[in-house]
């Protein structure tokens, strides 16, 4: 039995129309996810997959149906209310990760909390505290270029998860990171979602299989597999 659903899509196509055709990035998808549940997303480059991702997190607009993610219509709000819903409800991860650079890792950290008009002095100590929890106690006063790249990707994924955030969502979060720093980066994942954190993650890493609940293959911008992460068929909605 599939525990509180946090995400619902309902019918969701996205088109874009160019000078000679009409490209369906994402045709008629159904699917939702639990709280607490770790979604791998997999398919080629073009199958849909940063697209869907980009919609969840309000960065795109559907051309059809309806997606709710943490109880919000997110068809239904402007930009400014898609922006406030990133910064209270759903973190956003790329493979680059967009730090700051001239900020230190607990000002990068803090930057959302700011932006929602926290106090500096609580938005700090509640950086260092999600630094902690992603294993970077001691770092929140350095550079990023003074952290390595998997260092960096914890940083951005604190940034995403501060405040409290339930939905973490993450694009090709591991491509530019080694084999080990790939298994760290999901393990560390795996034990948010623990905690109640909802994530999905598109991905081409073959090694989410090993750390996730759940994989969807999506192609040519449908959903051709919904099953386990190893390997039973999930009864679909």
Do not use: W, Y
């Amino acid at each position: 039995m599939r525990s509180q659903e946090i995400i619902g899509v309902d019918g969701l196509r996205v088109e874009f129309v160019t000078s000679v055709e009409t490209v369906h990035a994402v045709d008629g998808l159904d699917v939702s996810f639990g709280e607490g549940e770790f979604v791998g997303l997999l398919g080629a480059s073009g199958s849909g997959k940063t697209t869907f991702v980009n919609v969840l997190a309000g960065l795109e607009s559907a051309t059809a149906g309806v997606v709710t993610v943490a109880g919000h219509d997110m068809g239904a709000l402007g930009s400014a209310e898609r922006a406030r819903l990133r910064r209270e409800d759903i973190g956003v991860v790329f493979q680059d990760n967009n730090l700051i650079q001239e900020f230190t890792a607990r000002e990068n950290v803090a930057l959302p909390l700011i932006m929602g008009g926290a106090k500096r002095r609580d938005a700090h100590a509640e950086a260092d505290d999600m630094l902690g929890v992603l294993g970077l106690e001691g770092l929140g006063g350095r550079a990023p270029r003074q952290l390595s790249g998997g260092q960096q990707q914890r940083v951005g994924i604190a940034r995403a998860l501060v405040g409290g955030r339930r939905v973490l969502l993450a694009d090709e979060p591991t491509g530019a990171l080694d084999t080990e720093n790939s298994r760290a980066i999901f393990g560390l994942v795996a034990e948010l979602c623990r905690e109640g954190v909802t994530v999905v993650v598109a991905t081409h890493d073959s090694l989410i299989e090993e750390f996730a609940d759940r994989i969807l293959v999506l192609r040519d911008g449908r959903l051709v597999e919904d099953r386990p992460a190893h390997g039973a068929p999930v009864s679909r909605r």
